[in-house]
Nanobody, 128 residues
Framework: QVHMVESGGGLVQPGGSLRLSCAASGRAFSMHRMGWFRQAPGKEREFVAA????????YYADSVKGRFTISRDSAQNAVYLQMNSLKPEDTAVYYCALAGSLNDLNYPAAAQYRYDYWGQGTQVTVSS
């Protein structure tokens, strides 16, 4: 199995920056894609960003384009989310997720059902 652990959440003022990290341990499966999702209070979980592990291709929700950057460190099985120009609307619990490569590879980056492993989440609060 794969164990996912997020870190880096916290309280930040509007306009500030925060960097989230997610480390995946256990290598029984090779990964196809890792992504970030978030869920605000009273809202459904939504897609934020994703990155293909082999190619490095990235995908972003329109709401975060130009502000967030997703990256990976293949040697450490880690994915990062650099969040700049944060807004109160970004307040949510952020989850990292992993889609394995032993299944269909043609799917939208935002397709939550395709991700096989999920972390417990890290709280991001943007407030003055």
């Amino acid at each position: 199995q794969v164990h996912m652990v997020e870190s880096g959440g916290g309280l930040v003022q509007p306009g500030g920056s925060l960097r989230l990290s997610c480390a995946a341990s256990g290598r029984a499966f090779s990964m196809h894609r890792m992504g970030w999702f978030r869920q605000a209070p009273g809202k459904e979980r939504e897609f934020v960003a994703a990155i293909n592990w082999s190619s490095g291709s990235t995908y972003y929700a329109d709401s975060v384009k130009g502000r967030f950057t997703i990256s990976r460190d293949s040697a450490q099985n880690a994915v990062y989310l650099q969040m700049n120009s944060l807004k109160p609307e970004d307040t949510a619990v952020y989850y990292c997720a992993l889609a394995g490569s032993l299944n269909d590879l043609n799917y939208p980056a935002a397709a939550q059902y395709r991700y096989d492993y999920w972390g417990q989440g890290t709280q991001v609060t943007v407030s003055s």
